[in-house]
C-alpha cells in the first residue's frame, strides 16, 4: 500500500465552494442520544433512514424522516431482536442499512449467546417497499475467508462492481483488527480471495487497543474514500481514512493511500470526544456531503467504555480542498447547528518541520540517503512496552524539501530474510543506490547461529519491493571475534567512494569495516577493526560515513547513556582521529544514532530522541515516548573553517524548508 501525507499541492480548480441548503437543513447536536455506530441512508422516496446500537446490544430499531433533525423526534420501531440462545444471542452491533436491487438489507454484527466474543457478521432482508413495517428475515452469517472475531461490515457499488468491507482479526504480524475488502457475488455473500487495506500501524492507531475498524465509503471528485475507525473505544478513539483514484482496482492495496494522520480525532474546545464509527450521506437535494458519527461530550469514562451507554449520533458537513480531498475539521459542539455556507477547506504549506518530524508512529534508527532530488529516510519502527526493544519492522519516508515528508509504508521485515529468526528485531539499516540498484544493510538475530547478524535486500526502487539479496547472512556473530558479545554485528553503514568501491561499517564496542565487491552483496576481503585509540576510546555503535572537502567522517555513538562523537581521516581506512563531540544526548533516550547528509545546499543531522508523548490527555492507553518509543528528528549541520563540526543544537522547531 502506498502512503503519504495528507498535505497535498492545491490545484487550481474552484469547482468544491458548495453552497448548502442550509434552512432545511439545519438541526441540533446530538441527534440521538445513546446511540451509537449510527448508519444513516438517504434514499429516493426522500426519508432519511437510521439504526444505529443500542447500548443493550440487543436490538436493532429502525427510525426514518424526511431530514437529519427529525430523526432526533422520529417514531423508532424496533425490527429485530436477538435470539435467546445460539447464533445472533449477543452484542448486536453496528447495524447498517442499504437498498440494493429493490430489497432492503440491514448488515450487523452479533455473536452466539453462550460464545459472546465470537464475533462474526450477519444479514437481514426485507423485501417490502416501507422497511419499518415491512417483514425482515434472517440471511445468516456471512462466509468470510477464515474463521476468527470479524465485524462492522460496510457495503458499496462502484463502476458495475459491488464490494463488501469488513473488520477481521488476522494473524501475526498483523494481527490486530484489520479492514479487508472484497467483491460480492450476491447481496448476502463474497466471492474472490479478500485484501487487506489497513491494519493498525501508527501511534494514534494503536492506543489502548490495536485497532482498525468499521469502514465506510465516499465516492466523490474521482476518488473513493473510505474512513475506518482506530484505538480503543474512549476518548483516544479516532478516524484514519484511505483513498483510491475512482478508475483504480480497488481490490489491489496498492491502489489505496493511508493518511498517516487521523482525520477526526477528540476536541477539548468543542467537548467532543473519541469520535468514530461513522457513515456518508447528503442534504436531501444531494449537494452537501454530511458526516455522521458517534462521540461522548466528557473525556473521562468509569468502567469498560463499551459498558457506557452515552455514545450519541452527531451529524456535520463536509469540507473539500481544491484538489478534491475532504476536510472534517473538528467534532462540532453539541447544540445548533448551521450547515457553513462556504465549504472549501484552504491548505497551507508550513514552512518548518518541528521534531520529532514523523508522529504518526515511534521511529528509531534514521538511515537517510539522497537520491535524485529527494531524501528518502529509513528507519525502524518502535513499539516496545517500555521496558524492552520491539521492533517489528523498517519503514521508508521521503520528502524534497524536508517538511513535507511522504510515508512509503514498510517494504521489509525480518521475516523477509528467511535465514533469520523472523523475530522483531528490525535494528538499524542503511541503504545505498548503485548502478541502478537500492541495496538496504540490516541488522537480525540470526535463525541458527547465535547473535546479531547483517543481511542485505535489494529493489529497483528506493521504497521497493526489497528481497533479500544473498538468502544467507552477509556478516554472522562467528565471523568477528574482537569481542565476547553476541550483538557486536548491528547498525551497518554503507558508503560509495568517489572511485565507485563500496565499504560496510558496523559494530557495538568495537567498529569494524569491510570493503564490498562490486556486487554489493559480497565482502571483499578481511573483516577489519578500528583502533579504540582512533575512536578516542569512546566508540559504541551506530558508525556513520560522510566525506566533505576530501575529508572522510566517521561518526558514531559514544557512551551510554549516548552522545555523538566523531573522527576524521585522509583515507577510508584510516588512521582516524578523534575530534569529540558532535551532539549531546538525545532528550529522554539512552540511544541517540545519527544519519548526515548534504541537500540543497544544507548539512542535516538526523537522530532519534524519546521527546514524543502520545499519551498526553489520552485518558487510557499508553504510547509515552522513552528509550523504547524512539522518534526521528532532524536539525542543521554547521562547520568551522578548519572542517571541524560545531556541536549540533537539537531542537524542537526543526528546520525550515529546503528551497
Known sequence: MKLISISRSLLAAAFFSAVSTATAADWTNPIVEQRADPHVFLHDDGYYYMVATVPEYDRIELRRAKSIGGLSSARVETIWRKHDRGEMGAHIWAPEIHHVAGKWYIHFTAAPAEHVWEIRPHILECADANPLTGKWVEKGKVELAWESFSLDATTFAHNGKRYYAWTQRGEKPYDGTNIYIAEMDSPTSIT?????????????????????????VLIRHGKVFMTYSASGTGAVYCLGLLTADADADLLDPESWTKSPKPVLKSSRETSQYGPGHNCFTTTPDGKTDLLVYHARSYERIEGDPLRNPDRATRAQAIKWTEDGMPVFGEPVADGPYTIPDDLTAKV????SRPNPIITEVFTADPAPMVHDGRVYLYVGQDEGDGSRYHMPRWRVYSTDDMVEWVDHGSPLKPSDFKWSSGGPTSWAAHTVEKDGKFYWYVTVDHGRIHGKAL???????????????????????DMTKATGISWDDIDPATYIDDDGTAWLFWGNQKCYYAKLKPNMIELDGEIQVIPDEELGNVFTEAPWIHKRNDIYYLSYAVGFPEKTGYSVSKSITGPWVYKGLIAEGAQNSNTIHQGIITFKGKDYFFYHSGMMQHNQGAGEGHNGGGSFHRSVCVDELHYHDDGSIKRVIQTSEGVKRAE
Open 455 to 477: 543481511g542485505v535486500a535489494v529493489a529497483d526502487s528506493p521504497t521497493g519491493p526489497f528481497v533479500d539479496a544473498r538468502g544467507t547472512a552477509l556478516v554472522t556473530n
Open 192 to 216: 474472490g480471495e479478500p485484501v487487506m487495506l489497513t491494519h493498525p500501524e501508527y501511534a494514534w492507531e494503536t492506543r489502548a487497543h490495536r485497532v482498525n475498524e468499521a469502514p465506510a
Open 348 to 351: 497551507e504549506k508550513p514552512d
